[in-house]
């Protein structure tokens, strides 16, 4: 993701909250993986 400006990051809905969120570096090796925007919705999944 190195050279991408913020706005063209991918995006995916949360599957508790119905909220996109956008990419961000920390799951950069896991993001087919991430389905929570958040710990707070993976708590109330």
């Keep these: 993701m190195k ?3 913020k706005q ?3 995006n995916k809905i949360c599957v ?3 909220k996109p969120f956008a ?3 920390k799951w950069e090796k896991v993001w087919d993986e ?3 925007c958040s710990d ?6």
């Design 23 to 25: 990419w961000r570096k």
């Design 16 to 18: 508790v909250c119905q």
């Design 34 to 36: 991430v389905k929570y």
């Design 40 to 45: 707070k919705c993976r708590g109330n999944k």
């Design 8 to 10: 063209n990051l991918p």
């Design 3 to 5: 050279g991408v400006k």
